[in-house]
Each structure stands twice: as structure tokens, then as C-alpha cells.
């Protein structure tokens, strides 16, 4: 299958940095990517549609402004979170389509303090 | 109502036994089903997909769809403690740009 390589896997920031996630396609180009976000015991929340080329397309309830997109390449898509917070930690996936299957990375386990 | 909703559970069953899983949508021009397992800390892995009404048939997995009612269920069948995992159903709304929704997951424990 095709594989999404995410980095970093752990990373813990101090309250009120940004943290850049990176999410990678290496043997296919992805025009789309998705970002989730994933609390304890809880289910996969789509945070935002990612557009190589365009502006992202957030989920109701996300904030576009402390969680940047950007899909500059045919291979790589980066979620920025800004100014973190301890209400940011979580398990952040990216994924990617092709055909009708997804393919995940990962993950990033984002803990601020 | 939930667009993709599962029993949390957890579900517990033998080694050996057969797992039963269940997952109802409420976008009924959903076009593609899956099944996801997670164990904790990793992400979503791909076990089972489904487009059309029936059987799916995977080695121990089998997915049905039945379209009409707006369900999907997974059965595993000699289960493993190594299935010990949580099971997302997932399905791709129509029109909505190839997205996933998820379910909330079914944690499923196989006792030896």
C-alpha cells in the first residue's frame, strides 16, 4: 500500500510556541491530504481538508488561525499549531487518499506544558 | 445524531469465538465503508473495505454492508488476543471530497 510518512512522532512544546507537523506521501502524489486530531479514548475528529495549491478547508469548529495549513507540493502537507496550549494535546494524523482507500501516517503525539 | 455511530463497549469474547461489530451511518448516499483497527498510541490501520451491499470476505474478516438500513458490521471469526485493538468504522459521505468520518470505535478485548 501507499505509505504517509509523519514527523515528528513525540514532540512537547512549551505553552505558547508553535509546533510544525509534517506529513509526507513517499511513493504517490497527493493532491488532498486530511489532518485529525485524536483525544484519549476518543474517536478520530477531522480537523481540516488539505488542497496542494489552495487555501485549506477547516472543519466547523476548527480554528483556522492557530491550526495552519499548508500543502505547497504534490508530497507534502504541514499543519502549524500556533501558540499551544495544554488544551492542544493530543494525537494529531494526517492522511491521504488514493483511489478509494486511505493511508495513514503515524501520528504526533503533541504534549504542551 | 452522530453521522457514523458505534458501541464503545468494550466487547469482550474468548479466544476462539467469533467478534461481532456494528456501526450505523446517517448519510444514506454514503458511497465507500471501512474498517479501521488502532491499537493504543499507533495510528488507524486498514482491515476491511466495503462499496456494495453483502459479504466481504478477508481471511477471518468479514465486512457486510447493508445499505438499505445504513450498517455495516465486522466479524472476526477465531479471534486472537493479537485483535485486542479498538475498531473504527469509517465512511466517505457523498460529495463531501473524498473525507472520512469516523465512529467513536469499539474496543474489542480477546481474552486467552
Known amino acids: 500500500g501507499a505509505v504517509v510518512s509523519q514527523h515528528p512522532s513525540r514532540v512537547i512544546c512549551k505553552s505558547g510556541t508553535s509546533v510544525k507537523i509534517e506529513c509526507r506521501s513517499l511513493?504517490?502524489?497527493?493532491?488532498?491530504m486530511f489532518w485529525y486530531r485524536q483525544f484519549p479514548k476518543q474517536s478520530l475528529m477531522l480537523m481540516a481538508t488539505?488542497?496542494?495549491?489552495?487555501?485549506?478547508?477547516?472543519e466547523q469548529g476548527v480554528e483556522k488561525d492557530k491550526f495552519l495549513i499548508n500543502h505547497a507540493s504534490l508530497t507534502l502537507s504541514t499543519l502549524t499549531v500556533t501558540s499551544a496550549h495544554p488544551e492542544d494535546s493530543s494525537f494529531y494524523i494526517c492522511s491521504a487518499r488514493v483511489s478509494t482507500e486511505a493511508f495513514f501516517g503515524q501520528g504526533t503525539r503533541l504534549t504542551v506544558v | 445524531q452522530k453521522e457514523v455511530e458505534q458501541n464503545s463497549g468494550p466487547l469482550s469474547v474468548p479466544e476462539g469465538a467469533i467478534a461481532s461489530l456494528n456501526c450505523t451511518y446517517s448519510?444514506?448516499?454514503?458511497?465507500?465503508f471501512f474498517w479501521y483497527r488502532q491499537y493504543s498510541g499507533k495510528s488507524p490501520e486498514l482491515i476491511m473495505s466495503?462499496?456494495?451491499?453483502g459479504d466481504k470476505e478477508d481471511g477471518r474478516f468479514t465486512a457486510q454492508l447493508n445499505k438499505a438500513s445504513q450498517y455495516v458490521s465486522l466479524l472476526i471469526r477465531d479471534s486472537q488476543p493479537s485483535d485486542s485493538a479498538t475498531y473504527l468504522c469509517a465512511v466517505t459521505p457523498y460529495n463531501q471530497g473524498g473525507k472520512l468520518i469516523f465512529g467513536q470505535g469499539t474496543e474489542l478485548s480477546v481474552k486467552p
Open positions: 488539505s488542497n496542494e495549491g489552495s487555501k485549506a478547508t477547516y
Open positions: 466495503i462499496y456494495s451491499n
Open positions: 511513493d504517490f502524489q497527493a493532491t488532498t
Open positions: 448519510d444514506r448516499g454514503s458511497q465507500s
